[in-house]
């Protein structure tokens, strides 16, 4: 069997993905050998974009559109995506064809003197690039002021130490525990010293948030074979739903979308929290036996519209 070549972008996150994907498929029986391939990405190159201000020039495949080239090109077999990043609407030529096992979804507050978002002070500055993010935090602490902060995961934790106005940061706990952050004790260490870090248990995540997307030509059935054998059957599902959500609402990944799906004993539970023109932000839950993740999204967005009324 011929090696397959996984694509990449290049952040440190991004590569550790990859590499938690290379041994996935390493370790199935008689499993074939994968090595790494670094693609650049424009949202990996285009730092002065400002993600909080959606226009014309916020592109769905950001993070995705020069992975799913390499595809077709077949310079790569797979892409390797943070699954949140995933536009819901792929080429036909493309599909997504597993998730591996979900990370904990929930975002984090790294602060420099609050162990939660209710301790930040006053007309405090807390920085994130997320719409989603913002709307949500508003709600819960409308004196906070927002302060958009791009790049990779250290660079945010540098800028947050460096800016003096800053007080804290949002950033995602599985991007941080796979690089290797220790989030224990309720403290995090960077550069020598200790910040304050704490679960922002008031935010519902993006759609996909923790979880790893595998992307391959859709007429390539030997590849759709090998990764459907390391996908994670609850997290394909659950994220399958919370897509679809976000596909039924018309929404790109930037679209302030909170919304998370979990399997609690034979049941699946979904809530979710989105901000469109109207004054206050719609939201909802369902809980049930859904067939299709179809099925439970369109429960979910009815519920939700329903209660509206």
């Known amino acids: ?9 290049g952040s440190r996150l991004a590569l550790a993905q990859a590499e938690l994907t290379k041994q996935a498929v390493e370790r199935l029986p008689e499993g074939p050998a994968a090595i790494i391939r670094i693609i650049t990405a424009t949202g990996d190159r285009r730092l002065d974009i400002n993600l ?42 493309l599909e997504l064809a597993a998730t591996l096992p979900r990370h904990d979804p929930v975002d984090v507050l790294i602060s420099k003197t609050a162990n939660s978002l ?17 709307r949500q935090i508003a709600v819960h602490r409308p004196d906070l002021r927002a ?18 106005s800053w007080d804290s940061l949002v950033l995602a706990k599985a991007g941080l525990e796979r690089l290797g952050y220790r989030l ?7 550069e020598g010293q200790r910040l304050f870090v704490s679960d922002l248990v008031e935010l519902l995540p993006a759609a996909g948030q923790g979880a790893i997307g595998l992307e391959i030509r859709a007429n390539d059935f030997e590849m759709k ?4 054998s390391v996908s994670h059957a609850p997290t394909w599902f659950c994220t399958a739903v919370e897509r679809e ?30 901000f469109d ?6 939201s909802g839950i369902v809980s049930g036996t859904f067939h299709t993740p179809r099925e439970a999204a369109s429960a979910l967005l009815d519920k939700i519209y329903e209660t509206a009324k």
């Not at 902060?149 to 800016?163: F, Q």
């Not at 224990?184 to 960077?190: M, P, S, V």
């Not at 074979?225 to 459907?228: E, M, N, S, T």
């Not at 023109?277 to 719609?282: I, L, T, V």
Request: net charge neutral.
């Open 277 to 282: 023109e109207s004054e206050k932000p719609r």
């Open 52 to 93: 909080s201000e959606p226009g014309p020039k916020i592109d769905k495949g950001l993070f995705t559109k020069e992975l799913e080239e390499a595809l077709l090109s077949g310079e790569i077999d797979v892409a390797v995506h943070s699954l949140k990043d995933l536009p819901t609407e792929l080429r036909p030529e």
């Open 245 to 274: 959500f976000l596909r039924l609402l018309g929404g790109g990944c930037q679209l302030p979308l909170g919304i998370r799906a979990r399997i609690q004993g034979d049941d699946l539970c979904c809530e979710a929290i989105f």
């Open 225 to 228: 074979k090998i990764v459907a």
């Open 118 to 134: 209710q301790e930040i002070p006053l007309s405090g500055v807390i920085a994130t690039s997320s719409p989603r993010r913002t």
């Open 184 to 190: 224990t004790g309720g403290r995090i260490e960077f």
């Open 147 to 164: 302060a958009n902060v791009r790049g990779n995961v250290s660079t945010r934790i540098a800028k947050l130490l460096a800016e003096d």
């Open 1 to 9: 069997m011929k090696t397959i070549i996984l694509g990449s972008r």
